[in-house]
């Protein structure tokens, strides 16, 4: 059976950031899942919570293992919330866990500081679009440039999403990993704080550095993300 794959997104903005593994995925012959976390995308009308971000993550699973083996893929609060997840006492079945750019502990003065600036950026004039769209436009290429916003911006839960994140057990739960795990970040990601740490409590995991490339290294670097997607799919197929 195929290896089936579920991708889950960052904050703010929704299952069509996945575009370039989307297609790349289906060429390579994996059924695959993007999911909407609540209050993004398709379902922008809704509230998050952490507790239906979870259970979004969980259905999605559940419902792939029922056809094959499932690689679990999470960037950033996707990661994050897939790290909580992925380390339940109860196991999920998942075989695989591809972690992209969340390797912190959302607590304390950075996740502070993080909410502050979000907020600041918020009241700006567009609630900043065009600030992010300068941003994207100097720094993902062509192909992958409108992918993030393709499915809308959550602006309205940013700041409820990321104050529900202090409360994870990352540790505990990366701990709890039984499965073979990618840990993978751009060079300049902000992220990239508590990642030896992460590494050192993670008991299956490696970690793939990508030079030159930022938070966003889906779409920054899609081709070297995909391949990254390649080793952890063929080290599935060969177990």
Same mark, same amino acid.
């Given at each position: 059976?195929? !290896? ?93 866990? !591809? ?9 304390? !003065? ?113 081709? !070297? ?15």
């Amino acid at each position: 059976m195929a !290896v089936q794959v579920v991708l889950v997104h960052g904050i703010r903005t929704s299952s069509t950031m996945w575009r370039a593994q989307t297609a790349y995925l289906e060429a390579r012959g994996n059924p695959v899942t993007a999911v909407d976390l609540p209050g993004h995308g398709t379902r922008m009308g809704e509230t998050f919570t952490l507790e239906g971000a979870i259970a979004t993550v969980d259905a999605a699973v559940r419902a792939a293992a029922e056809r094959g083996p499932v690689l679990l893929v999470g960037h950033s609060m996707g990661g994050l919330v897939s790290i909580e997840y992925a380390g339940a006492p109860e196991r999920p079945p998942i075989a695989g866990f !591809v972690a992209a750019s969340c390797t912190a502990v959302p607590r304390g !003065v950075g996740l502070t500081a993080y909410r502050f600036l979000a907020r600041g950026l918020d009241r700006l004039p567009g609630r900043g679009q065009w600030l992010a769209d300068r941003v994207l436009d100097r720094t993902l290429p062509p192909e992958t440039r409108f992918d993030f916003g393709a499915g809308g911006y959550a602006y309205d839960m940013q700041d409820v999403a990321l104050r529900s994140l202090s409360v994870l057990d990352l540790l505990t739960a990366l701990h709890r990993i039984d499965a073979p795990m990618w840990f993978v970040n751009g060079q300049y990601d902000q992220l990239r704080v508590n990642e030896k740490l992460f590494l050192g409590i993670a008991r299956h995991a490696e970690l793939v550095v990508v030079p030159r490339t930022t938070h966003l290294v889906t779409a920054m670097r899609p081709d !070297v993300f995909n391949a990254v997607l390649n080793v952890a799919l063929t080290t599935l197929e060969r177990t």
